[in-house]
């Protein structure tokens, strides 16, 4: 089932996908990105639910779409709380309203992708960013602020973030964010494992 909802950024695409049987996931795709996976759809002889249901079910290297784990760390709880609620249908979702909570959580488990504000009581967000990819450096990260500014935004992406966005964030711009940072984890990934094949093939 494919259905368009009016929004007053950008038209969205939404299907409704079964995964595993038997969890329903509604996927929220901007138009741009609804023609790009349409056409490769055309030419891969499958349709755009199809499609996304393989995605899902390889995405983030050979995770389901239930083991993707996102933390939130975002001191405002009408933020926090609405990105969670955007993103529970699709991914684990953590919250934490700062990075003395969220730090030692990501010391124990393993997060694919974290989304930090830059203003938090406490540490900063770029600390936590800067503390996170230590400890974890294959973790995703993504950037929010309602202060943006040029060196922020270079600073942030040098210690290790995929992305900064401005606040308000709307929340199908930080999914398609995640959407595509989790496809070229695929795809990096992909072309790793085919490197590693040949070369052992060639010995």
Request: hydrophobic letters at 40%; one cysteine or more; aromatic letters at 6%.
């Amino acid at each position: 089932m494919v259905y368009i909802i009016k929004s007053t950024r950008v038209p969205i695409f939404c299907f409704e996908v079964r995964v595993m049987k038997q969890r329903q996931v509604h996927i929220r795709i901007p138009e741009d990105l609804y023609k790009k996976l349409k056409v490769r759809c055309v030419y891969g002889d499958t349709t755009i639910q199809d499609y996304l249901i393989k995605l899902l079910s390889e995405s983030a290297g050979q995770h389901s779409p239930e083991q993707v784990s996102v933390l939130i760390v975002e001191d405002e709880a009408i933020i926090r709380e609405s990105l969670r609620e955007w993103l529970k249908d699709t991914y684990s979702v953590t919250t934490c309203e700062n990075g003395e909570e969220a730090l030692p959580l990501i010391s124990k488990e393993d997060f694919d992708i974290l989304i930090v504000d830059v203003r938090l009581p406490g540490k900063s967000g770029l600390q936590v960013l800067s503390e996170a990819k230590e400890m974890k450096p294959q973790m995703k990260c993504i950037v929010i602020t309602a202060y943006p500014s040029v060196e922020l935004a270079v600073e942030a992406m040098k210690i290790g973030a995929v992305d900064y966005l401005i606040k308000p964030v709307a929340p199908e711009l930080l999914e398609r964010v995640m959407w595509e940072t989790l496809l070229k984890c695929k795809a990096a990934n992909n072309k790793k494992v085919k490197g590693l094949k040949e070369s052992n093939s060639r010995h």
